[in-house]
């Protein structure tokens, strides 16, 4: 499948926003960091995280064996929480940025979310998530 026909799955779910969860390669994350930057996501949340996959921590791996706490590897986790319509571009975006086709590459979890609270605000719900100058600023003012 080609990355620009990504596209995720939301009917089970009648929620406005969604948390984009992206496991990637540390070295990848300056790259989707910048990719999301440029296409007006700017609300986002980055740490450092060990994980497993099939890769394990080692080159070579067959199927049955046990990861061990020393197998686990450095990815870097990026989150971020954003309207209904913006699910598909920043999947599409983070695996443009994310992938090398080798084994690691990394996974994408995409979550509802219920509600969003700006603290400094108290404003909820659209008006919390909306960055100023963010994507959808950048759509209605005719930017691609
Ligand atoms: P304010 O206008 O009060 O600064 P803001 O919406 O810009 O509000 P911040 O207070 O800068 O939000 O957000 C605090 C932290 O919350 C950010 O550093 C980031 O880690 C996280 N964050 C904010 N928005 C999002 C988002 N849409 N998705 C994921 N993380 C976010
Ligand atoms: N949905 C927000 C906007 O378009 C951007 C969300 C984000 O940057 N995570 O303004």
Redesign the pocket.
């Known amino acids: 499948k080609q990355i620009e026909d990504l596209t995720v799955d939301l009917s089970q779910f009648t929620c406005d926003f969604f ?1 984009v969860e992206a496991i990637i390669r540390p070295w990848r994350l300056p790259n989707v960091v910048k990719a999301l930057s440029a296409r007006g996501i700017v ?3 980055a740490s450092n995280v060990k994980g497993a996959g099939v890769q394990g921590g080692k080159k070579e791996r067959y199927s049955g064996v046990e990861h061990g706490v020393e197998d686990l590897v450095d990815k870097s986790k990026v ?4 309207q209904r319509d913006q699910v598909n571009s920043v999947v599409r975006t983070i695996t443009k940025a994310a992938q090398t086709g080798e084994v690691g590459d990394g996974k994408i979890f995409v979550l509802p979310v219920a509600d ?1 609270i ?4 108290t404003e909820t719900g659209a008006d ?2 909306k ?2 100058g963010g994507m959808s600023d950048r759509l209605s003012n005719g930017a691609a």
């Open positions: 948390r609300g986002m949340t989150d971020i929480v954003v969003i700006r603290v400094r605000t919390a998530e960055m100023a």
